[in-house]
C-alpha cells in the first residue's frame, strides 16, 4: 500500500500561521466561542457550567447522545444510528487506514514494512561494528500450509539480510537473521498433542527447540564479528528424518 502525500496539509503545516490569504482552510472565517454560542442561543453560563460539571473521560466511545442528536436534528431522515462520529484525528485516521488496509496486509506490515522503516530511522544511530539481526522463519524456507502470507513474508526477510549487506558498509555493520523451526514457546506448548507428535516426527533430533537454545544462536551472531548476511537455519534437523 502506498499513500500518496497529503499536499494541502503539508503547505498548512509550513504556511498556514503566517499566512495573509489562507485559501487551504475548510473554513471562511473561524468564529469565537462567543460568537457560537450567539448563534445557538445557548446563554454563556450556563454552557460553562455544563462543560465543567463534565467527567474528564473519553466519553461515549460511539459519539455522545446529546451529540449525534444534534447533528440529526438538521435533518429530516436521518437516526442517530446512520451517524459516524470520529473522535478527532486519531479516529478519522484509523478508518482511513482501516479501509486501504486488506487481508493480508497486517502480516507484511509487521514482518517487512515496519523492520524496513525503523531501520531507515535509527540506522545512523547505530555504533560502528553493531549487529542487526532478523528473524526470518523455516516456513520462509519450507513451503507451509498454515498462512501463505507468512511463509511469503519471512522469505522476504531472508532476502532483505542479503541485500542490506552492501548497503549497510558505509555504516560499518553487519546484518544477519536467524530462521527458527519449531520452537517450544507457550504458544506452540497449547498445540494438541496428535500435532506436536507429527512435528516432532519431521524433526531429526524428535523434539521442539528449547527457546535458551535459539537465544544462543542471536548471541553467537552479535558476539562473533565474522557473520554478515548469513540466514541462519535453526531447526533440528526438518525435514532430514
Not at 28 to 39: F, H, K, P, Q
Not at 51 to 58: G, K, N
Not at 102 to 115: K, L, T
Request: charge should be negative.
Amino acid at each position: 500500500m502506498k499513500i500518496k502525500p497529503f499536499k494541502v496539509e503539508e503547505w498548512m503545516n509550513e504556511y498556514e500561521d503566517d499566512a495573509v490569504y489562507n485559501i487551504a482552510e475548510t473554513c471562511v472565517d473561524s468564529i469565537s466561542l462567543d460568537e457560537l454560542l450567539a448563534l445557538t442561543g445557548i446563554g454563556r453560563n450556563a454552557f460553562l457550567d455544563d462543560l465543567a460539571s463534565q467527567r474528564l473521560t473519553y466519553g461515549a466511545i460511539q459519539g455522545a447522545a446529546p451529540f449525534k442528536a444534534g447533528i440529526c436534528g438538521r435533518y429530516r431522515d436521518i437516526q442517530p444510528e446512520n451517524v459516524l462520529s470520529t473522535h478527532g484525528a486519531a479516529g478519522a485516521n484509523h478508518l482511513v487506514f482501516y479501509s486501504l488496509i486488506e487481508p493480508g496486509d497486517r502480516v507484511f506490515f509487521a514482518n517487512i514494512h515496519f523492520p524496513i522503516f525503523l531501520l531507515q530511522k535509527i540506522v545512523g544511530r547505530i555504533n560502528k561494528g553493531g549487529s542487526i539481526v532478523f528473524t526470518g522463519s523455516l516456513m520462509g524456507i519450507q513451503p507451509h500450509s498454515v498462512s501463505l502470507a507468512y511463509g511469503v513474508t519471512k522469505s522476504a526477510v531472508h532476502a532483505l539480510v542479503k541485500n542490506m549487506v552492501k548497503f549497510l558498509v558505509p555504516y560499518e555493520l553487519r546484518v544477519n537473521a536467524v530462521a527458527p523451526g519449531f520452537v517450544d514457546t507457550e504458544w506452540q506448548k497449547t498445540k494438541p498433542a496428535e500435532i506436536r507428535r507429527n512435528i516432532e516426527n519431521k524433526v531429526s533430533l524428535g523434539r521442539f527447540c528449547d527457546p535458551d537454545e535459539l537465544a544462543e544462536v542471536y548471541k553467537m551472531l552479535i558476539e562473533n564479528s565474522y557473520f554478515n548476511g548469513e540466514v541462519v537455519v535453526v531447526d533440528g534437523g526438518y525435514s532430514y528424518k
